[in-house]
Every structure is written in C-alpha cells, then in structure tokens.
C-alpha cells in the first residue's frame, strides 16, 4: 500500500467513525428502531473480530498459514480462559510467538 | 468518578497494542497517533490497521473500521436525550460517545440524571486522554523494537482481537456466532483478494441476527 493510501485509510476511517458517532445524536431514535437491524448491529462486532483474530493470526495474503503466530494465539486463549487481563494476555501471545519464531 | 477513572486507565493501556499495531502494519507514529485522536474507536481502528496489514485493499480498510463503528450511533441515540447538548459541546459529545462512556453513564442509571452524565463526561474524556498517550508510547515501541516477528508483535496483533472478543462472548448464542465467523473466514480466504474476507464476514452477522430467538 503506497504513503498516499495509507493516509486515505487514515483520513477516511477517522472521517466515517467520528460521522457514525454524530449521526446517533442527529436521527430520530425510531428511525433505528426496527428490531432485526439491532440484533445484526449486535452482532457485526462478534463477527469482525473473529474474523479479524483468524486474518492476523493465520493468513498471510490469500493463504491459511500455520506458523509461529498461532502459538501465540493458543497461549492468549489460554491466559483468557483463565481470567488474565488484557495486557497478560498480549504479552504472554508476543512472548510465546517470538520464542517459537526464533527457535526455527 | 472512581468507576469512570478506573474504566479510563484500564482502556486506556490497550491504546499500547494498538499504536503497536498500527505501527506493524506500515503506519508512522505520527499516523498512528492522528488515528487515535480522530477515529477514537478502539475496535475500528484495529480493524483498519488490521486490514492494512494483511495486505487489503484501502476500501476494504474503510469499510470494515465504519463497519465496527456503527454500534457508536446507537449509544448516541441513547445519550443524545440524556446530555441534551448542542453546538461544540455535542461535537465533542459524539466523539467521546464509545462502549466505555455509555457503559459507565448506563450503569450509573439507579443513581439518577446526573451521575450518569458525570459518567459519560469523565469516563469519556478520561479514556480518550489515556488512549491517546498510551497509542503514543504503543508507536514508539514498536518503531525502537523493528521487525515485528522478532518480537511477537504479528502475534499480538491477533491476540488483542482476541482479547476485545473474548468479553464480548456472553452467552452460547453468540460463541456460536463467533465460531461460525472464524470458520467463515477461513473458509473464504483462498478464494477473495487479501482483506476482503474480513469484511464479508459481516453476511454470518446478518445470517444469525435475521431470525427472532
């Protein structure tokens, strides 16, 4: 992605997310109201993410890879189900990931 | 106000892994700062770095941050009668206007009018000031360690997804959701360009919350 791309990116996600938050106090409430809509929106985090989480930790461009990364990722699941706070979580996923990168 | 300060200083640590992230994805610290002081949405400027750095397309990019941000116009149908705010105060307003402020301002409820206001105005203002610094210091960090293997940074990026995720998971219901959009994604990344299938996991979304449960 070129410079000029990447503060397009910039630009426009700011540009968007500050609109988004502006609209909510601009429309009226009933105009949002319809119930399908609110359980889609509820759910369009849940989905992102995971597919956010998959995107990061085993792709690489168009290709499922396996690799260091998904150590990690087992090492954050871990310190998840364990109740580990946010940034245990990251570290801990870091960790493992560079020490299983530099022994191969 | 104790609630709101301790919301603010948790949140605002996770503004680390993100500047981190940013600056993985190809970002400048500058950029990477500009985007937490403009966008401040935690989840959709993951999502753009994110997109960013698995090699997307800008759109897709764009796409996805706005996509993650809609939830922010239901929290300010919500404040909007609570706050009643008008001119630069509802600017300002909306742009604090994320899960945390309305969370803390919807949780003060059984104390009145007044103390979910003070909620809103000190949780929001509070974790955009820690957001801000700690994406600074995220930047700063990963710039000084450089290649981002090395140090685990590609595996934090999806480990702090995961962790924004895993609260998120409250019922067995939307576990199944989560799978379903893991499988998804999978499933889809050989077949679209690279970025795309985050993006189009939107359709699980629209396929689970279609029917009434």
Known sequence: MSATTMWIVLGATSALCFVIKLLGYLIPERWLGDARLQRINALIPISLLSALVVAEGVVVKTHVVIDHRLAGLGVALVALFARAPFPVVVVAAAATSALVYHLH | ?213
């Open chain 2, 1 to 213: 106000m104790r609630d709101s300060l301790s919301v603010a200083v948790t949140v605002g640590t996770y503004g680390v892994a993100f500047g981190a992230a940013s600056v993985a994805a190809g970002f400048s610290v500058l950029q990477s700062c500009l985007f937490s002081l403009l966008a401040f949405t935690g989840a959709s400027q993951f999502a753009a770095v994110g997109v960013v750095a698995s090699g997307g397309a800008a759109a897709g990019a764009i796409a996805a941050a706005a996509l993650l941000g809609t939830r922010n116009t239901l929290y300010g149908i919500q404040m909007a009668p609570l706050l009643k705010v008008r001119g630069v105060r509802r600017v300002v307003a909306a742009q604090i206007t994320i899960d945390e402020s309305t969370g803390v301002a919807l949780s003060q409820a059984p104390r009145g009018v007044a103390a979910m206001r003070e909620g809103f105005w000190i949780t929001g203002t509070g974790v955009f000031i820690f957001w801000n610094i700690f994406t600074l210091l995220g930047a700063l960090g990963a710039k000084a360690l450089g290649n981002p293997a090395s140090w685990g940074l590609d595996a934090a990026v999806p480990a702090a997804f995961l962790g924004l995720l895993w609260p998120r998971l409250r019922t067995n219901f939307l576990r199944v959701v989560a799978v379903a959009s893991m499988v998804f994604a999978i499933v889809v990344t050989p077949l679209l360009p690279a970025g795309l299938p985050i993006i189009t996991t939107v359709v699980v979304a629209v396929i689970f919350g279609w029917r009434s449960r």
